[in-house]
């Protein structure tokens, strides 16, 4: 199926252990922040031209706003007079996961719908569906002032911290936000939150707490959300296709392309690096089908870990099942060592290579 997914392609995680012995300084991570933030404006501008806005960030155990485009189909509600007005009308809206990231399937069989709203602070905030996969979270939620006002798109930024089973884990992640009326009164959030080295597979118990909505730390207050969910589904809906791909990074740190795969939420190709400086370098792979159309996969996440372990996720339509021989190109750029100012100017790693799609296995049963 030709279908297309949310760009959230390039959401850089950098979410070492904190007890890790030799984890990136802040003031690293900070100049990486500072570095794909002006990325992200570069591809945004690019993408432009194209009808869409791309996004890109890198973040350590907190999300951080992206105003990007997505294509979504939303009842437009008006100004609310009472709280109780708010909290109904935001329930009923329908915004879900799937139009969010602009898929053609709605994820009936993997989300778990959830509206719900939590009111604080003259803030209403819904939690409207959740997707797990078996490391992440992914979400959508609407925040909207309860006096119906408009509200500063450039500001909102919601800060969550995540316990699974009871536990709270480091979760970093990223998303897009973008208003859903005319008014500009109510701001519909997409997030994905990596919970590093915890396996989402079976039923589990999720709690989601905002305690800021803005990244000037001026809208302060509590939305809880409580709910189960379980990656079990669509896990064993995900097709894999080994691709045990190895390449030297300019600094001698080996990267390993270790696997495609695709499921109706998104399609990725995981990695994994026998050293941590492997976050030194920004990383993509360009696939392009027999008739020589491309897909870019652009580096998500890298947990510098004990696992070393990180994916691409594809940016744009994604590659059919029937796409036949796809040839694979890995590109690699260095961050910056003192300016913010990140490069594009990838220069390709080693020889292509041939992914036969043909071969691909069905789902497991």
């Known amino acids: 199926m030709n279908k297309k997914i949310y760009?959230?392609?390039?959401?850089?995680?950098?979410?070492?252990?904190?007890?890790e012995e030799q984890e990136l300084s802040r003031k690293e991570v900070e100049k990486y922040e500072a570095a794909f933030q002006k990325r992200l404006r570069t591809r945004e501008s690019e993408a432009a031209g194209r009808g869409k806005c791309r996004n890109k960030s890198i973040k350590r155990g907190?999300?951080?706003?992206?105003?990007?485009?997505?294509?979504?189909?939303?009842?437009?509600?008006?100004?609310?007079?009472?709280?109780?007005?708010?909290?109904?009308?935001?329930?009923?809206?329908?915004?879900?996961?799937?139009?969010?990231?602009?898929?053609q399937e709605d994820l009936a069989d993997y989300k778990e719908v959830v509206n719900t709203?939590?009111?604080?602070?003259?803030?209403?905030?819904?939690?409207h569906e959740v997707v797990v996969?078996?490391?992440?979270?992914?979400?959508?939620?609407?925040?909207?002032?309860?006096?119906?006002?408009?509200?500063?798109?450039?500001?909102?930024?919601?800060?969550?911290?995540?316990?699974?089973?009871?536990?709270?884990?480091?979760?970093?992640g990223g998303g897009g936000l973008k208003y859903l009326d005319e008014e500009q009164t109510i701001v519909g959030i997409e997030m994905c939150y990596n919970c590093e080295?915890?396996?989402?597979?079976?039923?589990?118990?999720?709690?989601?707490?905002?305690?800021?909505?803005?990244?000037?730390?001026?809208?302060k207050g509590k939305w809880d959300f409580s709910f189960t969910a379980d990656a079990s589904a669509l896990m064993?809906?995900?097709?894999h296709i080994a691709l045990n791909r190895t390449f030297t990074l300019p600094n001698g740190v080996t990267v390993t392309l270790d696997e495609f795969t695709s499921n109706d939420?998104?399609?990725?190709?995981?990695?994994?690096?026998?050293?941590?400086?492997?976050?030194?370098?920004?990383?993509?792979?360009?696939?392009?089908d027999e008739s020589g159309k491309e897909y870019p996969f652009y580096m998500n996440y890298f947990g510098g870990g004990s696992t070393r372990k990180g994916y691409m996720r594809l940016l744009g339509d994604m590659l059919p099942e029937a796409a036949g021989q796809v040839e694979m190109t890995f590109y690699v750029v260095a961050m910056p060592e003192q300016s913010g100012k990140m490069s594009n100017d990838f220069r390709q790693l080693g020889e292509s290579f041939l992914v036969d799609f043909g071969q691909m296995p069905e789902a497991a049963e």
């Open 117 to 127: 709203t939590a009111m604080d602070g003259g803030y209403a905030v819904t939690l």
């Open 197 to 219: 080295n915890v396996d989402l597979v079976g039923e589990t118990a999720i709690d989601i707490s905002f305690r800021q909505l803005d990244i000037w730390e001026n809208i």
């Open 265 to 288: 939420l998104e399609q990725r190709i995981n990695f994994s690096a026998d050293d941590k400086d492997a976050s030194r370098y920004d990383m993509k792979v360009i696939a392009r």
């Open 133 to 172: 996969t078996e490391s992440e979270v992914w979400v959508n939620v609407t925040v909207r002032r309860e006096d119906g006002q408009p509200l500063d798109i450039s500001a909102i930024s919601p800060i969550a911290s995540i316990k699974v089973n009871g536990r709270r884990v480091l979760a970093g």
């Open 62 to 103: 907190r999300s951080l706003k992206m105003a990007v485009c997505a294509a979504s189909a939303v009842i437009v509600i008006g100004i609310a007079a009472s709280s109780s007005e708010v909290h109904a009308a935001l329930e009923q809206l329908q915004w879900t996961i799937g139009n969010a990231l602009g898929l």
């Open 236 to 239: 064993k809906d995900t097709r």
């Open 7 to 19: 760009d959230m392609a390039n959401d850089i995680v950098t979410d070492f252990s904190e007890t």
